[in-house]
């Protein structure tokens, strides 16, 4: 066999192979399937609305202010109750309240009572105060841990579109290449095996928009399931503009995170809640003195009026011994305010390295737009210097390839770089518990 035998031979195997496509359900799967579009404000909302924890946070701020109500009912007004008694006896006796023999006897009181002292009144309605606290807090960081889970949605959504468009941008310049080179080819100014190099380029990139696109996929499901809807989400475009610095320094950001972030006035709250539950627990040591009013009426018919009686008791009771009951209750409330401070304190001493993470990664990330960007416009000359070289036969097809795959890299690392930086800035207003840019559109409310 001849080298142009062998050469028709090679370039017929590459056409029948260059000819096979994917299926077209395959690349672009589900990506144009009409999903509601939502921007990242509208988003956080929805979020909040249906996230388990923001919900769990929120019942539980209810339940809270119904403790503290109660305590201050418990201190403010007394324990009411009222009843009334119908008994039939088989043979009558004597009804001391209609004075005769009946066999009904029936009876309607109304009993108030009211603790001085003890009970642990005064520590509930500390602890119920502390509840409170705790509540409130631990709802602004459960809510903006919902918001730092969905902006990572929103973003990865926007990022693996992007990637997706870098990818098939890459396959239609291996196509490209791969059309020219078998021009070549078969003029014989080039050998075939740079048909084969672009080939093999050309179905690396139809897998990388497969790989791209099953992301895209998974990550429109994952939106939509954190603003509530049982089928994906798609999000709708932001600028990319770089993020401005951030207006203040690491020492300000960890000070700040310090002094009042939801995680750690949560942790606080924990803390205070625990101290008052003990205390609480310990006022039961204290005698317990009580007032107890009664009226009642009593007959032989319904609705008595024959016989009416009042009464008034005051009562002390000094709690010696039960058991040991007491104290275990005290010594596990103690046990709990212990382990509520040491998570305090370690709640304080992390809040310094967490925000000194998500500060420095969004200082490199944004340093990375600025320098993806350079990269991206080199890349791009430097691909078109390499392709006007190999149309004139000055390059091979290797400094091409590199070139091309130079280009897409260099394209996926800004896009990396800019939902990075986005995504830094959403943790860092998490651990503050604040927006920064509040009227910036990189974080539109």
Not at 290 to 311: H, I, M, N, W
């Amino acid at each position: 066999m001849n080298r142009n035998t062998a050469t028709a031979v090679v370039m017929a195997a590459v056409m029948r192979v260059g000819a096979v496509a994917l299926p077209v359900e395959a690349i672009g799967q589900g990506i144009s399937d009409g999903a509601p579009l939502v921007n990242l404000a509208e988003a956080r909302r929805r979020s909040a609305s249906v996230d388990p924890n923001a919900v769990a946070a929120r019942s539980l701020m209810e339940t809270a202010a119904w403790q503290r109500r109660a305590a201050l009912a418990d201190i403010l007004t007394p324990n009411l109750t009222a009843g009334l008694n119908y008994t039939h006896f088989s043979d009558p006796f004597f009804n001391f309240g209609t004075g005769a023999i009946s066999p009904n006897a029936t009876s309607a009181t109304v009993q108030a009572s009211y603790v001085l002292l003890g009970a642990g009144k005064f520590g509930a309605l500390k602890s119920s105060r502390a509840a409170v606290q705790s509540a409130d807090a631990n709802e602004t960081a459960v809510r903006f841990r919902a918001a730092l889970e969905t902006d990572a949605a929103y973003f990865a959504v926007l990022a693996d579109r992007e990637l997706s468009r870098v990818a098939a941008d890459r396959r239609r310049r291996a196509e490209e290449q791969f059309g020219i080179a078998r021009v070549r080819v078969l003029a014989g100014e080039a050998i075939s095996s740079d048909s084969l190099q672009l080939l093999l380029e050309v179905n690396r990139a139809r897998l990388a928009i497969l790989s791209r696109d099953s992301a895209l996929v998974a990550s429109r499901l994952r939106l939509g399931r954190r603003i509530g809807l049982a089928g994906p989400a798609d999000a709708a475009p932001i600028d990319t503009v770089i993020p401005p610095p951030l207006p203040m320094s690491q020492e300000q950001a960890i000070a700040e995170v310090r002094a009042s972030g939801p995680d750690v006035e949560a942790a606080r709250a924990a803390e205070r809640g625990a101290s008052a539950v003990l205390g609480a627990e310990r006022e039961r040591y204290l005698p317990e003195i009580s007032v107890a009013a009664t009226t009642g009426a009593y007959d032989a018919e319904l609705f008595p009026s024959a016989l009416k009686r009042s009464q008034i008791a005051v009562n002390v009771a000094l709690p010696i011994w039960n058991g040991g009951q007491r104290e275990l209750t005290v010594a596990r409330a103690r046990a709990d305010r212990s382990n509520a401070k040491a998570v305090r304190a370690d709640s304080e001493r992390a809040a310094g390295e967490l925000m000194a993470q998500a500060y420095h990664g969004y200082l490199t990330s944004r340093a990375g737009i600025e320098l993806a960007l350079v990269g991206v416009a080199v890349s791009t000359e430097n691909y078109r210097v390499q392709r006007a070289r190999y149309r004139e036969g000055a390059t091979t097809i290797l400094d091409l390839m590199e070139a091309q795959v130079a280009l897409s890299e260099s394209e996926a690392t800004l896009v990396q770089a800019r939902y990075s930086t986005r995504l830094a800035l959403a943790q860092i207003e998490a651990l503050l518990g604040r927006r920064i840019f509040a009227a910036s559109s990189t974080n539109p409310e």
